[in-house]
């Protein structure tokens, strides 16, 4: 699925009590690798507090970055948000 300025793809039933989460931010869109780990830090602290809106676990998501430019923490944040609202949907069907 995705968001704006964010894709994810999500697996579920990894029979683990626990989420986890791999986040990507391509060398393409960003050469320089601090601005790359400053978004991946970004996207880590907002699942790291988000993560209790998940209504199921076991769930393995990959977050890929795809905007151009470097948004806030609180637009990723308002990002990974929807994304979460939009992966409980999906496996709630």
């Keep these: ?23 990507s931010v391509p060398k393409k869109l960003f050469k320089r690798a601090v601005k790359r780990n ?8 907002s699942w790291r507090r988000l993560k209790s809106g998940m209504t199921s676990t076991g ?15 609180e637009e990723i944040l308002a990002l990974i948000e929807k994304a979460i609202c939009k992966i409980n949907e999906s496996l709630e069907k």
């Design 1 to 23: 699925g995705s968001v704006q300025g964010m894709r994810y793809l999500c697996m579920a039933g990894t029979d683990s009590d626990v989420d986890r989460i791999m986040v």
């Design 38 to 45: 400053l978004l991946k830090r970004r996207i880590r602290e």
């Design 59 to 73: 769930v393995d998501i990959l977050f890929i970055y795809s905007s151009k430019e470097i948004l806030s923490y």
